[in-house]
């Protein structure tokens, strides 16, 4: 099987990238600037707020079958941000054009890859941040993104039923990494192992479903 990470030169894209290959999996991950070099890893740049990087990735791939692609890539700029000024416009349009419209052109990116599949999967990386039940405020920006995603994965889920495609939308913990901080609750191993566990239970009856990264359900 053939599966896509976005965001795979760092954090838990990285370790998920490892851990696929681990499983026996191909993996093609993309980045931005630069990646690590990392047996087994096909790399190809992809640059998620650019509608022409995302034209040249398919463009590139153009032909191949992809099994799944995971909507990884993401930013955390507005981290702990209040309703008392500094929550830029322009911190909301970049915090929403990579969470959201790069998940959503990504998705469109592959789209004829995955229709070459026969068990075709689309994970998005949410969060528990997401949520509507649980809000205890601030963080606005990306709260919304996340939630935004969310709704991207059960419409998607809704349109691609008919079509066999699974889509599945998880929150990977909180997680040591760059965004996660060190004071997170697991490691990226953990979290890419769990989320491993989820692609392989995806599937057309769990389709539309917001998982976190141990299986448990998440709260919408
Ligand atoms: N860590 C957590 O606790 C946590 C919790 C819930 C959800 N998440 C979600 O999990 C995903 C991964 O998070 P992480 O903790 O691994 O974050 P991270 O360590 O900050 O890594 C973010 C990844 O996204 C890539 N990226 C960001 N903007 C991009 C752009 N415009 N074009 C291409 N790539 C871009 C980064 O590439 P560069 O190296 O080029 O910047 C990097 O590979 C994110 O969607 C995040 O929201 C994380």
Not at 32 to 43: K, L, N, V, Y
Not at 94 to 117: H, I, K, P, Y
Not at 155 to 173: C, H, S, Y
Request: overall charge negative.
């Amino acid at each position: 099987m053939t599966i896509l990470i976005t965001g795979a030169n760092r954090g838990i894209g990285l370790a998920l990238a490892q851990e696929q290959i681990a499983r026996g999996e191909t993996v093609i991950g993309t980045y931005r600037t630069s990646h690590p070099q990392i047996a087994g890893i096909e790399w190809q740049r992809l640059s998620i707020t650019e509608p022409a990087s995302h034209h040249a990735l398919s463009h590139t791939l153009s032909g191949r079958v992809i099994d799944t692609v995971v909507c990884n890539a993401g930013v955390y700029l507005d981290a702990g941000s209040t309703l008392n000024g500094g929550l830029t416009a322009d911190i909301w349009a970049d915090t929403f054009a990579t969470n959201v419209t790069g998940v959503f052109l990504t998705v469109e990116a592959v789209m004829a890859n995955l229709r070459q599949s026969d068990t075709p999967k689309i994970a998005l990386i949410s969060s528990q941040m997401a949520s509507h039940e649980r809000a205890p405020g601030r963080s606005y920006a990306y709260r919304a993104s996340k939630a935004a995603v969310l709704n991207l994965g059960r419409n998607m889920a809704t349109d691609l039923r008919a079509q066999g495609i699974a889509v599945g939308i998880f929150d990977p913990g909180w997680v040591v990494t760059d965004m996660g901080g060190q004071n997170a609750e697991i490691t990226v191993t953990d979290s890419a192992r769990g989320l491993s566990d989820r692609l392989n239970s995806l599937s057309i009856d769990t389709t539309g479903t917001f998982l976190q990264w141990n299986g448990q359900p998440q709260a919408y």
